[in-house]
């Protein structure tokens, strides 16, 4: 059930094209099992395309039209077609009985691949074919990526910076890490827990951790959100900075240290485009015709501007040992 499930969450990739439930929040305990539950080699992923589905019926009834989307996910099986669309909802803030006359889905060609058959982000990055670990935060998405000696690793959601509290683009080392912290801009009375925190811009204390995601759109401080399974799974996986005073795992007084050595990289990309203010659009259209908008990355990671002081000490470094070698 599993392995139909997850690419049935993406029918509706597409924002705009549907009816919208605002306020709403991910359901981050169901969307870690959809998304994580197939797991193939990189290679034998196939090539998925996109197909447009227009909710129609000849008596205008959207009840009806929504009965025949399901018989046609479910393979003849209205029940179980409406089970594999269950996630729809949370990936593009439609719900399956919001759906009217006239809306229209993106629909995979291949279901239950590994989800990396689905991610807006290219399988291969050649410029990153030199670091062990990247990890990679586009706003024009809202999703991450990592990538291991170019390799598409794993990719998720994410919430970042709202309109007026835009995460910064530039690229940036995770720096320290903890299990659990409250927020310094929780308000007073209240106490915005966040749990699994890797930050990687210390000055401005912006980092990735878990917390409640509205569906589809960038609604933090500046941070970035990701649901429990992303959370865990980067704390991980991303390794901290070294300093005089300790490693990262050390949490926060790591950071009383001088840096030694960085973390992993961390590109924030989506800058140069409109800043995103409402649901991303994840799908282009030629027409009638959908496409997976993937994310063009720079050719090399080190071509993104150094968005802290730590990166740009870095480079020089770098450019002197690169001078005298």
């Known amino acids: 059930m599993m392995r139909t499930a997850f690419a049935a969450l ?3 990739l597409a924002s705009g094209a549907v009816a919208q ?29 996109w197909n447009a589905y227009v909710l129609d019926h000849e008596t205008g009834n959207s009840i009806f039209a ?5 018989r046609a996910a479910g393979d003849g099986d209205q029940s179980l077609g ?7 909802q949370f990936l593009n803030r439609i719900y399956l009985n919001d759906l009217s006359i006239g809306d ?18 290219p399988r291969r990055y050649e410029g990153a074919a030199e670091f062990d ?15 291991e000696n170019g390799d598409l690793e794993r990719w998720g959601l994410v919430n970042t910076g709202a309109i007026d509290s ?12 903890e299990l659990d912290r409250i927020s310094t801009l929780s308000p007073p009375g209240e106490r915005w827990r966040m749990r699994w925190v890797f930050n990687f811009y210390h000055e401005r204390g912006i980092h990735v951790h878990q917390y409640r995601m509205p569906i589809g759109e960038p609604a933090s401080h500046g941070c970035v959100r990701l649901i429990t399974d992303d959370a865990k799974w980067i704390y991980d996986w991303a390794e901290p900075w070294r300093t005089t005073a300790g490693t990262g795992a050390r949490g926060l007084a790591s950071a009383n240290g001088r840096v030694l050595e960085q973390g992993t990289t961390v590109l924030v990309l989506g800058d140069g485009e409109e800043p995103v203010d409402g649901p991303p659009a994840r799908f282009e259209w030629n027409g009638d015709k959908p496409s997976l908008r993937v994310v063009d990355l720079p050719a090399h990671p080190y071509e993104v501007p150094p968005g802290t002081d730590q990166q740009r000490t870095f480079d020089r470094k770098r450019r002197q040992a690169a001078a005298t070698s």
């Open 166 to 177: 835009q995460t910064p683009a530039g690229r940036y080392n995770f720096n320290w890490k």
């Open 10 to 12: 993406l029918l509706c």
């Open 104 to 121: 229209t889905l993106v629909l995979p060609t291949h279901l239950g691949l590994d989800p990396r058959a689905y991610a807006p982000f």
């Open 66 to 70: 929504r009965a025949d989307l399901y």
């Open 82 to 88: 409406k089970e594999r669309l269950a996630m729809v």
């Open 21 to 49: 439930s605002p306020g709403r929040l991910y359901d981050q305990e169901e969307i870690g099992e959809l998304l994580y539950g197939v797991r193939q080699e990189l290679a034998e992923i196939p090539e998925v395309g």
């Open 133 to 147: 670990k990247l990890f990679i935060i586009d706003k024009g998405v809202q999703a991450w990526a990592a990538y």
